[in-house]
């Protein structure tokens, strides 16, 4: 399927989501095929033990938009919905990232994103919930991954109850929970070797009809916080570079969960990147401000770019990074993700 179709197929999309007035599990951990975009998006910091210096970080990412075939195609191979795969392992200490991505029409048994519960499949990508949490496999240059996450914790709903404005217009939001602090357990065999490795992950699950609107990009975080909590912040940025949104949340412990409004929200870039492949220049350290507090992010390297322009035509920035207060005290690590300075994300 080339570009030009899916956005065109992306344009024909309706603008505005049913009302819902809140999430419903274990429902809502599946698949929502009326929707026009989703995704399941789990990233994770890895060492020799759960509280150590990170060495890995490692990013998996499921969308699932409606193919070119009607939904009531009879075939059972018909392209009624199409899944896209992203994977990706940083290695700290040599500050290098590798990546894979893939594109493919459901087929049952073997592509499919499962309705009533989390059952994602891209061939031996999975990501499958069971229990208190998940399994996740994936594979790519030189490596293979094999995670358990446990996830007693209820759902971090971002926004109203789930639902997470994205923009000034009332039909402009996602349906959007988080599952951070996942104590994980995994098996890295990388370039032949095979580490038993343990840290913490995070997965947010979004679904929608109507995400960028004006804006053509946007900037995310979502860090696991050294104290057990949870801080997610972003922006949607408009072409001219002025913001057009933003939010987020913080989880504390023995308190109930926060979602931000805009006027709460700061996020100022302090340092760029050029990248030496594709010349695209990215804010890899930021100045923030939020309930939480002023807070300082820094990527753990600069080169975790990743050209997915064969399965998504995105080039976008998606790495490791660390939290610290303004005063350098550490806070957490987690993922910082920045798209839109490379072209427009091929969204709704």
């Not at 179709?5 to 951990?29: E, G, K, M, V």
């Not at 399994?135 to 109850?161: I, K, N, W, Y």
């Not at 960028?212 to 912040?233: Q, S």
């Not at 805009?262 to 401000?289: F, K």
Request: with cysteine; charged share 20%.
């Amino acid at each position: 399927m080339t570009l030009q179709r899916r956005h065109l197929l992306l344009a024909a999309l309706p603008l505005s989501l049913p009302a819902q007035a809140a999430l419903n599990f274990p429902t809502d951990f599946g698949a929502h095929p009326a929707q026009g975009i989703e995704w399941w998006y789990l990233t994770g910091l890895l060492a020799d033990r759960d509280g150590a210096p990170p060495r890995y970080g490692y990013q998996l990412t499921f969308f699932r938009l409606p193919g070119p075939a009607a939904a009531d195609h009879p075939s059972g191979l018909a392209a009624r919905q199409l899944l896209l795969g992203h994977v990706a392992l940083s290695d700290l200490s040599a500050r290098k990232q590798r990546h894979a991505q893939r594109l493919l029409r459901s087929i049952p048994g073997a592509v499919q994103a499962a309705q009533g519960d989390c059952r994602v499949q891209l061939r031996d990508w999975r990501l499958v919930r069971e229990a208190d949490g998940y399994r996740a496999v994936f594979s790519g240059p030189g490596f293979t991954m094999e995670l358990e996450l446990a996830c007693p914790d209820a759902p971090l709903l971002q926004g109203d109850r789930g639902r997470s404005a994205k923009g000034p217009s009332p039909e402009q939001f996602s349906y959007y929970y988080s599952r951070p602090q996942m104590a994980t357990q995994a098996a890295l065999t990388l370039d032949g070797r095979r580490h038993s490795l343990a840290g913490r992950a995070w997965l947010d699950h979004e679904w929608s009809d109507s995400v960028l609107g004006e804006a053509v990009g946007w900037d995310w975080l979502g860090i696991n916080l050294n104290d057990g909590g949870a801080l997610t912040l972003f922006q949607l940025r408009r072409e001219n570079g002025e913001r057009e949104w933003a939010g987020g949340s913080w989880r504390r412990a023995g308190q109930p969960d926060r979602s931000f409004t805009p006027d709460e929200v700061q996020m100022t870039p302090t340092r760029h990147w050029t990248s030496p492949s594709t010349g695209r220049r990215w804010p890899v350290a930021w100045r923030l401000r939020c309930p939480m507090g002023e807070l300082q992010l820094d990527a753990a390297f600069d080169a975790q770019e990743i050209d997915a322009r064969l399965s998504s035509g995105l080039v976008y920035w998606e790495g490791a990074a660390k939290l610290s207060s303004a005063r350098g005290q550490a806070l957490g690590w987690g993922y910082l993700e920045l798209t839109g300075y490379a072209g427009r994300p091929p969204l709704p």
